[in-house]
């Protein structure tokens, strides 16, 4: 790890805000409700934070319930008046054009990531191409809602996938643009319109996009809503005119969100926290053990859901792996983000530093040993940003909050085995089950594990690969339903069956 000299922060900061200034329309921006820009009507702002330098980025207006109203009537507005009228081709028509404006501008969306939520520039490219590539996923779907037909004697049935109509969907911090298209292709492939909400701490890639493709959408069809989670995303949780919710964020919100559909039965898709394993097995090779480790943890600053933060070493290739691991971590650039040499830039806020924090301060209290890591730097640049050190520890209790918990920072816990059914045992006692991956060049070793894991994505020999196609979503409660594919389309889907009896 490098920290950088008092002067680099000066420059940081000039180098960030002429970006921004560059970049950004200025603030405070507006809610988009059917086609246009609106303000709140209590004109309350929030900041949105530059988590880089701690610097404001641009202030955005705070949504309420009546936004919240406002815009779900115009997205029903628009969903009965001609987005039900779409066709397939329309449809498809649209999310091209989405992506194709997004490539045209992906170094400058990639850029707003960074500013936003300070990500390093080469994760945040990851980001947008991954946003295309779904946008472009989702084109293709939307000409492949099919129904079917079942015989039955002198009826004919068939049936027919209808959209909900509209959609409620929030979104977190970690990718934010990327995220929001997740939630908004398939959505739309399949015929519904949409009332968005975008997290508190990184509104401005989507609000920004939007203002890109403003002209290509059709009025009322995406609609944004930006605020604070009780204020503007229960309302639209718990609306009544809302019957499909999609919510990607904490395990628990996403129970309020459940409890809140209970009340008008709406259908929901939730995708949440995760404490994924990472199994290194006794054949795997300990440098490319140690490269798949390292991004399985620390990719986006470990602000991934899907992240493997319980590392399950072997125990006879521990004394090869730990080192080359260790090594690796400590040689993680940590610095400015929008440098192409940074891996790890700061987490997204001071809340979630102190969140971090809290969990190593737990370790340290209890047997555990820091092997490397565990603090803030507190001189020069990385001072004043939300920057946490990559972190790893070792000997942690089982039952340890630091070992059950989703801690959503750069802090991997470190494991020993040598009986493959304890370990299996152990990788599974948790709450969650997202992700889980294994290094092996054992290829029964890789069948028997992937069955024995009880999680929704089980990656061999790579980690948080995930392009469109792959769906993707938790067991336990890491969540309901599946993302990122053909699934997902029908998951914004409900199946009308059309039975037809023939005169005798
Ligand atoms: P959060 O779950 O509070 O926020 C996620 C989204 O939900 C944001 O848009 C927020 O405004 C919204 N929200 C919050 N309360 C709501 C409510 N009552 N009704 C409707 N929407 C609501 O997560 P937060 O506070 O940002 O992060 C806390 C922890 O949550 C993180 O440290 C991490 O452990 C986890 N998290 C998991 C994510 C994932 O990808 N699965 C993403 C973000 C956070
Ligand atoms: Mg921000």
Same mark, same amino acid.
Request: with cysteine.
């Given at each position: 790890?490098?920290?950088?000299?008092?002067?680099?922060?000066?420059?940081?900061?000039?180098?960030?805000?002429?970006?921004?200034?560059?970049?950004?329309?200025?603030?405070?921006?507006?809610?988009?409700?059917?086609?246009?820009?609106?303000?709140?009507?209590?004109?309350?702002?929030?900041?949105?934070?530059?988590?880089?330098?701690?610097?404001?980025?641009?202030?955005? @207006?705070?949504?309420?319930?009546?936004?919240?109203?406002?815009?779900?009537?115009?997205?029903?507005?628009?969903?009965?008046? @001609?987005?039900?009228?779409?066709?397939?081709?329309?449809?498809?028509?649209?999310?091209?054009?989405?992506?194709?404006?997004?490539?045209?501008?992906?170094?400058?969306?990639?850029?707003?990531?960074?500013?936003?939520?300070?990500?390093?520039?080469?994760?945040?490219?990851?980001?947008?191409?991954?946003?295309?590539?779904?946008?472009?996923?989702?084109?293709?779907?939307?000409?492949?809602?099919?129904?079917?037909?079942?015989?039955?004697?002198?009826?004919?049935?068939?049936?027919?996938?209808?959209?909900?109509?509209?959609?409620?969907?929030?979104?977190?911090?970690?990718?934010?643009?990327?995220?929001?298209?997740?939630?908004?292709?398939?959505?739309?492939?399949?015929?519904?319109?949409?009332?968005?909400?975008?997290?508190?701490?990184?509104?401005?890639?989507?609000?920004?996009?939007?203002?890109?493709?403003?002209?290509?959408?059709?009025?009322?069809?995406?609609?944004?809503?930006?605020?604070?989670?009780?204020?503007?995303?229960?309302?639209?949780?718990? @609306?009544?005119?809302?019957?499909?919710?999609?919510?990607?964020?904490?395990?628990?919100?996403?129970?309020?969100?459940?409890?809140?559909?209970?009340?008008?039965?709406?259908?929901?898709?939730?995708?949440?926290?995760?404490?994924?394993?990472?199994?290194?097995?006794?054949?795997?090779?300990?440098?490319?053990?140690?490269?798949?480790?390292?991004?399985?943890?620390?990719?986006?600053?470990?602000?991934?859901?899907?992240?493997?933060?319980?590392?399950?070493?072997?125990?006879?290739?521990?004394?090869?792996?730990?080192?080359?691991?260790?090594?690796?971590?400590?040689?993680?650039?940590?610095?400015?983000?929008?440098?192409?040499?940074?891996?790890?830039?700061?987490?997204?806020?001071?809340?979630?530093?102190?969140?971090?924090? @809290?969990?190593?301060?737990?370790?340290?209290?209890?047997?555990?040993?820091?092997?490397?890591?565990?603090?803030?730097?507190?001189?020069?640049?990385?001072?004043?940003?939300?920057?946490?050190?990559?972190?790893?520890?070792?000997?942690?209790?089982?039952?340890?909050?630091?070992?059950?918990?989703?801690?959503?920072?750069?802090?991997?816990?470190?494991?020993?085995?040598?009986?493959?059914?304890?370990?299996?045992?152990?990788?599974?006692?948790?709450?969650?089950?997202?992700?889980?991956?294994?290094?092996?060049?054992?290829?029964?070793?890789?069948?028997?594990?992937?069955?024995?894991?009880?999680?929704?994505?089980?990656?061999?020999?790579?980690?948080?690969?995930?392009?469109?196609?792959?769906?993707?979503?938790?067991?336990?409660?890491?969540?309901?339903?599946?993302?990122?594919?053909?699934?997902?389309?029908?998951?914004?889907?409900?199946?009308?069956?059309?039975?037809?009896?023939?005169?005798?």
């Amino acid at each position: 790890m490098t920290s950088n000299s008092p002067t680099d922060l000066d420059r940081v900061r000039t180098r960030h805000r002429d970006l921004a200034s560059r970049l950004l329309p200025g603030g405070p921006l507006e809610h988009y409700v059917g086609g246009e820009w609106i303000r709140g009507t209590a004109d309350d702002t929030f900041t949105s934070v530059n988590p880089t330098t701690g610097d404001p980025l641009v202030t955005v @207006h705070e949504g309420t319930k009546t936004e919240v109203d406002r815009a779900v009537e115009a997205a029903w507005d628009a969903f009965d008046d @001609h987005w039900w009228d779409s066709t397939p081709a329309d449809r498809q028509r649209l999310l091209q054009q989405m992506a194709n404006r997004l490539e045209r501008e992906a170094e400058k969306f990639a850029q707003i990531e960074v500013l936003d939520n300070g990500k390093p520039i080469t994760e945040a490219r990851q980001d947008i191409d991954l946003a295309i590539d779904h946008l472009r996923y989702f084109a293709g779907a939307a000409r492949n809602l099919e129904g079917k037909t079942v015989p039955h004697g002198d009826l004919h049935i068939q049936t027919v996938r209808e959209p909900y109509g509209v959609v409620g969907q929030i979104v977190p911090w970690n990718f934010p643009l990327l995220l929001a298209v997740w939630k908004l292709a398939p959505a739309l492939a399949a015929g519904n319109t949409v009332v968005l909400k975008p997290a508190e701490q990184t509104p401005v890639s989507l609000l920004t996009y939007v203002r890109e493709i403003e002209d290509i959408l059709p009025e009322g069809v995406v609609n944004v809503v930006t605020g604070f989670g009780p204020e503007t995303g229960a309302p639209l949780v718990s @609306h009544d005119r809302v019957p499909k919710i999609a919510f990607t964020g904490s395990t628990e919100v996403g129970r309020g969100v459940m409890k809140a559909a209970a009340n008008t039965i709406s259908d929901i898709t939730l995708e949440l926290g995760g404490k994924s394993p990472l199994v290194v097995a006794p054949d795997a090779d300990p440098e490319r053990a140690a490269e798949t480790a390292v991004d399985a943890m620390f990719f986006n600053g470990g602000e991934c859901c899907s992240a493997g933060t319980r590392l399950f070493v072997h125990e006879s290739t521990a004394e090869e792996f730990v080192p080359a691991f260790l090594d690796r971590v400590r040689n993680l650039q940590m610095g400015d983000p929008l440098d192409e040499a940074t891996d790890i830039g700061p987490q997204v806020s001071r809340a979630e530093v102190e969140k971090t924090l @809290h969990y190593v301060t737990l370790a340290r209290e209890s047997e555990a040993r820091i092997l490397t890591g565990g603090g803030t730097v507190e001189e020069g640049l990385l001072a004043e940003g939300c920057f946490v050190e990559p972190t790893v520890v070792a000997d942690v209790a089982v039952d340890s909050p630091v070992v059950q918990q989703e801690i959503f920072g750069p802090v991997e816990v470190l494991i020993e085995w040598d009986d493959y059914e304890a370990m299996i045992a152990e990788a599974n006692d948790v709450d969650y089950g997202l992700a889980a991956g294994v290094v092996t060049n054992d290829l029964s070793f890789a069948h028997r594990i992937s069955r024995d894991l009880k999680a929704g994505n089980v990656w061999v020999n790579t980690f948080n690969r995930l392009p469109p196609g792959q769906p993707f979503g938790g067991y336990k409660q890491s969540g309901i339903g599946r993302e990122g594919a053909m699934e997902t389309l029908h998951e914004y889907t409900q199946t009308k069956s059309v039975t037809m009896a023939f005169e005798e």
